[in-house]
């Protein structure tokens, strides 16, 4: 018993990137454990998916034929039986807004510990993870005295692995009937539609909690006049219904590649920094100079956004 | 208007909202409705619904702070309910206020500090409060499973028809008790829930659950059922001044172990936190530095060098 098995993601026809990470996580763990990779592929075009994840340390391919997308039931049982049947050290989910539907209910069918969203694994004489706490601000280390043990990695820690070999694939027989599932897919919506695509704009200014009411947002709004930009926000200016849900960027919102990012009051959480590390410039104003968004920041202010901001519309007057 | 009024059974309604404990049937599998099903109901009729909503008192971390062994150091933690559970807590108060006969019960894993919490919770509308905690849970390193087994307990004491919980803790971030609990206790679920509709019988739930990248998907969720809340459901009120008032006389019941018919074992965990730090910050960030005027005209060149203003 020193094998790894890994679950691939998918959506809407797709291989989700993060597969590509499990991939690698596994493979390293593996490795560690001395043991085989096996990758887990469930639900929808499973041959096809088989054929896009056939990579150079995944040792085989299981896959289980049932139902067109997600299905939670689907997902956590067919993971629970092919760790019965396969008797891994560990089985790696990703820590998707899917992998929230099923990790855990993987675990506690299993009776297995769970530590979820790692951004780090290592192994010696038992499974160390790191993970964050306390909004990213600290790093810690988790060691489980335990196995087998259910983990859920964090998308964007482990480079993809994206070279391809030969792997053998087999189908895994599990009965499935979506119809008696309490918790069922009716389909899927695009949300933020509407006047103005952030993603298509060079100029972005940004703006997060650091604005502390509605009403202070006229004064990004005169700095996006002066300057020709254009206004996004964080997760938490959309959720106080300060900005409709098309502003907001990360990884719920939308990916943005501007040409320059300006983040106003934005501390850079994980979700946030997801949607827009791909910007050419950052640049971040902020009162703590602790701020993880300085630490992807190509420019920085450490200062106080209510006297930086009306500064800089006078520059541009 | 009672929204129980189709059920067929024999017991007269009553207004108080009570467990009605072992005569429910366990939950099964149910098919997919048909449309006269969604308008009838068979939930019996001591109380519309009961909803157990799962709250955490979480800590947060000053700007600056320092480590104190395998934490951040007490006099740098201020504590407060978790965002996540506030919208949950709206989204049982909003229920309780659109249906007769809801009982919102809150139940929390915490020690005398969270009382205040609590009271937070029980000012926005909570009807009652549950507050877990004696000696071994305060000694103990509680991971998913602990947890899970600590509010199938009181699942199992209150007997709710929903269970609403936050998405994730903002302390550890682990996002994984209210789908484990659901698994535990039988309920259907869905995770991280930001729309939610029920039907009018109470029998099931149309959700969206958030996905990545601008995606909802719309899902069906049979009741009895465990939804974990992501933010932006709802707007959490503020309580208000009566409800605070109110919120003073309000039950918070304490149970440690034994009151859930558990032992020490069940707070066992094999999970154990070795090791904090800071993370070693990898900024190559150039500095504008000096008075706001002149950081901004620092700013100022930086733009017009990039080429995305004019002037």
Redesign the interface.
Known sequence: MSDVLAVADHRRGAVRGVSFEIVRAGRELADDLGGDLHLAVIAGDVDGFADRLSLAGVDAIHTVEAGEEFNHDLYAGATAALFEELAPTAVLMPNSVNGLDYAPAVANRLDVPLVADAVDLAYDDGLEATREMYGSKVETTVEVSEEPVAVTVRSGEWAALEERADVPVEAFEYEFDESASGARVQGFEEVGAGDVDIADAEFLVSVGRGIEEEENLELIEELVEVTGATMSSSRPIVDNGWLPKNRQVGQSGKQVTPDVYLAIGISGAVQHVAGMKGAETIIAINTDPNAPIFDIADYGIVGDLFDVVPALIEEFN | MRRTTASSTAVPPRTTCRSRGVNRPEPT????PTVSKLFTSDRGNACAMKILVTVKEV???A???E?EG?D?GEQYLEYDLNEWDDYAVEAAVQLSEEYDDVEVVSATIGSERAEETIRMALAKGVDRAIRVWDDDVAAADL???AK?RLFAAVVEEEDPDLVLSG?QA???????????L???IGF?????VNDLETEDDLSMA?V???????????????FP?VL?IQ??LN?PRYASLRGIRQAQSKEIAEFGLADLGLDADAVA???????????E???D????DGA??E???Q??D??RD??????
């Open positions: 599998r149910r098919p997919l800590a947060e971390a700007d600056d702070f480590i395998t951040i991971d998913v499973a899970t998405v903002a302390d550890d971030g682990f996002g994984a008790t209210g789908v484990s659901a698994d535990e259907d679920w869905a995770a991280v149309h969206h659950r958030e996905l990545e990248g601008g995606i909802e998907e719309l899902t069906d969720v049979d059922a974990t933010t932006g707007e965990s094999p999970i154990a936190r070795t090791a904090m730090y800071e993370p910050t990898e900024s960030a150039t500095y504008l706001a005027d950081q901004a005209g700013l100022a930086v733009l990039k080429g995305v203003v004019s002037e």
